[in-house]
Structure formats: C-alpha cells, structure tokens
C-alpha cells in the first residue's frame, strides 16, 4: 500500500522569505504522479504543482517548485517570495497506476506580515 | 473556468438518519471520486466512479454507503443510516479521461451528525 508522510504538521514563514514543506512517500510502483494541493481556509483544495515520476527534471509552477528525490521517495515543496495569500493547509499527494489518490497529513502554513 | 459543484455546504442530520449529498463534476470530466476528511486529519479516499459504475473503493466505503450518477450532471453519495463517526468534511472530485491528470476538486459539503 501506498503511503504518503508530512512530518510537519505546522509551519510559519515571513512574508517575502522562502520555505519548504518535506513529503516522503513510499511505494513499489514505477509510474506515478506526485502532487501538492493548497487548502485555504475557505477548504477547496486547489492543485499547486504536480510531477510526473519519469521526468528527472523538477516541476516549477511561478513560486511555486519541488525538490523530487525519486531514489529516496521524497518530494518537498518550495514557496519562494512567501505572500499572505500562502496562508493555507498544504497536502502532499500520491497517485498510482490505478488513479487512486493517497494524502498526507497536511502542513499548515502560516505566512506572517 | 468550469469547476465541481457540491450541495450542500452543510448538512445537519440526526443519528440514523439518511443522507445524499450531490456533487456535479465538471461536464467532459468522465471518472469521479468522493473523499471523506474528519476534522484535523488528512483527506481519505472513499471510491471512484467511472463508465457507470464503481472502480475502486476503500474499506471505508461500506454498505452504508451507494454512489449514483442518477443523470448526465450529477454524481451523488448517500449514506443510508448516519452514525456519529459519518461528520467529515466530504469532497467530490473528477478528471478527465486522459491519463494521470490531476482531480479537481469540490468545495465540500460538512455533515454533522448529530
């Protein structure tokens, strides 16, 4: 079974600094997608950055990037130039051959003025 | 931009009770999903939907609960008899038939159980 890990359930950043939210995941499979979707208070999630398991090369989406470490089965996020509107739980999610989703925990974000 | 619909934002029910809650997917999306999220925990997989019928489901998704694309627009999720455990905030989501695309999501209906 497929696992996704958090292990940040809270995090905060000044605004206009930089931060990185960890992901780990576990699974046997080779072809996957790796996602990042923001929940902001209102609760619709909205995808923010998504990455194919074949390409090598990370995904990068305006502010928005990841750091995809297949070996190792991690894939952080990076918000660069943080704003107020980052203020949001943050879900890592895994997507398998079979099109099923697993999520993390969730982080939650907290952008200070 | 089009975008999944859920209704509605709330629903208060008693214990035992039945309950539908109605999702419409975005109209050329053709595989569709329900997830649960209890307060403070993570977002879990009930079932997917595609070509009419059920593809996958988790052990959450028991009897109690039946989906139903009752016409060309909806996509609902009843739970037959509510227990306490059932309050979560409850997504529905869909994506087109192209492979791996992401889900869109719902904004949510939050059922209490009372």
């Known amino acids: 079974a497929q696992t996704v890990t958090q292990s940040q359930p809270e995090m905060s950043v000044q605004e206009a600094e930089t931060v990185t939210l960890s992901c780990t995941y576990d699974?046997?499979?080779?072809?996957?997608?790796l996602f990042w979707y923001k929940q902001p208070p209102s609760r619709q999630m909205i995808l923010v950055i998504r990455?194919?398991?074949?390409?090598?090369q990370n995904a990068t989406e305006n502010r928005f990037s990841v750091n995809f470490q297949k070996a190792a089965k991690s894939f952080s996020l990076k918000i660069s130039d943080s704003q107020l509107g980052d203020t949001a739980m943050y879900f890592c999610a895994f997507m398998n051959a079979g099109n099923q989703f697993y999520f993390g925990t969730g982080t939650s974000l907290t952008v200070i003025p | 931009e089009p975008e999944v619909t859920q209704t509605p934002s709330h629903q208060v029910t008693q214990m035992g009770q039945e309950v539908i809650l109605r999702c419409v997917p975005i109209s050329n999306h053709l595989y569709f999903y329900w997830y649960r999220q209890i307060l403070g925990q993570k977002v879990e997989f009930l079932v997917s939907?595609?070509?009419?019928?059920?593809?996958?489901k988790s052990e959450i998704f028991d009897d109690q609960f039946s989906v139903e694309r009752p016409d060309g627009s909806n996509f609902t999720l009843k739970i037959r008899s509510t227990k306490l455990e059932d309050s979560a905030m409850y997504f529905c989501a869909s994506r087109k038939e192209s492979s791996y695309n992401e889900q869109f999501f719902g904004p949510g209906t939050r059922l209490t159980v009372l």
């Open positions: 990455q194919e398991a074949y390409k090598q």
């Open positions: 699974t046997s499979e080779n072809n996957y997608y």
């Open positions: 939907f595609y070509n009419n019928e059920i593809s996958e």
